[in-house]
């Protein structure tokens, strides 16, 4: 006895609804017959969907319109890419999981560079949006598929984008150490302005060098901020338990190049920055017109902090050339070119009496009386010479840190100018 064609029909529909996703049906409950004809219906649409996705793209992305022709290819063609791995993915999810991340491979490098995840995100949405439009009436299978399937994509970009910020924080890292080597060891050549424009260096004007000890726990990002809130651009390097910044003067946020706003002093940004450093001494070298040029404040911060526990009481930061007495003492040639320079030849090149009072006060133990005595003068001629001594070399002579720099300052230029006049002395004279 035969069984009648509706209690088969029922059986077979009654057997499938019990097997359920793991027999004769396919994903989320549709029969292998229906997933067939749904795949074959999604590749004949994947064509029309990439061309709607573009056009949605240009409408709604003011960005994605102004791009180059290229570049809004390699969008399309990235998008299209989508499409098609979504229908690969849909046919049997098991076997390619991560086929999202594939999508990504269309994109060239230059792409990758100029487009923003936040913007990469903005296309996976306008994607989705435009595939989800076309799928309404196929059931809801597929628009889980679909929602499934965008959400590993945004996983697959996220990850892309996070490689990327990834293997670019290493390369700027490695790129600014070698210019922060270059500075301080003075072998800049032809290649650090470029180097230091790849580095996005958004200093202009005045650079100094500040050096001080590597914290145990170095957060250079804090520093970073700081350095940013304070106006300055920063380089830093770490060279085991010596912490260099190269600082210069940035562009203040809110601030216009019509109104730059008062500028802080190097020292009192030193003080600052003073926090994000370690325990120890921490030595601000003098500033020079330009990043190039910081060569000279490295040498300078560096012969500083190698000497700054000579001086009991030297403050943090302390300024290089505050640090000049040491310095020349433990035989640094620019703290002696700088002392002369700056002292010794200004005071001789304005007045005899200047050189002399200042070597007689000094070596009277700073007694205006006794230097009065010595001279034959009133000890208000000793007053107003001490006074012009100031004004013409900015060093004040009753202080006992700058007598200190002073009469470094006389002995140097005093051996100075023996050995210059024993050379013209040894030189033979012709026609006597």
Not at 143 to 169: H, K, M, N, P, T
Not at 272 to 299: I, K, N, T
Not at 404 to 418: C, K, R, Y
Request: aromatic residues 6%; charged residues 25%; contains cysteine.
């Amino acid at each position: 006895m035969s069984t009648p064609p509706a209690q088969v029909d029922k059986g077979h529909s009654e057997g499938a609804r019990a097997t359920g996703p793991a027999g004769p049906r396919g994903r989320g409950g549709k029969s292998p017959a229906d997933k067939v004809e749904t795949l074959a219906w999604l590749r004949r649409i994947s064509g029309d969907l990439a061309t709607v996705t573009t056009k949605r793209l240009e409408d709604s992305l003011p960005w994605y319109a102004e791009m180059p022709p290229g570049r809004r290819s390699a969008v399309g063609l990235v998008a299209q890419a989508g499409i098609t791995s979504f229908i690969q993915w849909y046919d049997d999810p098991a076997s390619t999981p991560w086929i999202a991340a594939d999508i990504f491979a269309a994109a060239p490098r230059e792409l990758l560079r100029s487009v923003s995840l936040t913007q990469t995100l903005q296309l996976i949405r306008v994607t989705v949006e435009v595939t989800e439009e076309r799928l309404v009436g196929k059931g809801e299978d597929l628009r889980e598929a679909i929602l499934l399937y965008s959400r590993e994509v945004a996983f697959a970009a996220a990850d892309v984008y996070a490689r990327a910020a990834e293997a670019r924080g290493l390369w700027d890292a490695r790129l600014e150490a070698l210019v922060v080597d270059s500075i301080l060891t003075g072998e800049a050549d032809e290649e650090l302005p470029s180097r230091i424009a790849a580095l996005g260096w958004h200093g202009h004007g005045e650079v100094c060098v500040l050096v001080g000890t590597t914290p145990p726990q170095f957060d250079v990002d804090h520093l970073r901020r700081t350095a940013r809130k304070l106006g300055v651009d920063v380089l830093i390097g770490v060279q085991g338990s010596r912490l260099v910044l190269v600082i210069g003067r940035a562009q203040l946020p809110g601030r216009t190049a019509e109104d730059p706003g008062p500028e802080l002093p190097f020292l009192d940004i030193g003080r600052q920055l003073e926090s994000g450093f370690g325990p120890g001494y921490l030595v601000l070298g003098p500033p020079v017109p330009a990043l190039v040029d910081a060569s000279s404040s490295a040498r300078a911060s560096l012969a500083g902090f190698a000497v700054a526990r000579a001086w009991r009481g030297a403050p943090r930061p302390v300024e290089a050339d505050d640090l000049l007495p040491e310095r020349a003492l433990a035989g640094d040639p620019l703290a002696k070119q700088t002392l002369v320079e700056r002292i010794y030849r200004p005071l001789q090149a304005h007045s005899s009496d200047l050189v002399t009072t200042l070597w007689s006060y000094l070596d009277n133990g700073r007694s205006l009386e006794a230097t009065a005595r010595e001279l034959f003068v009133h000890p208000n001629t000793v007053r107003y010479r001490l006074k012009r001594v100031s004004e013409v070399i900015g060093w004040d002579a009753t202080g006992p840190r700058e007598a200190l720099i002073l009469q470094t300052a006389l002995i140097l230029g005093s051996i100075g100018t023996s050995d210059a006049a024993r050379r013209r002395a040894a030189i033979p004279r012709h026609g006597r």
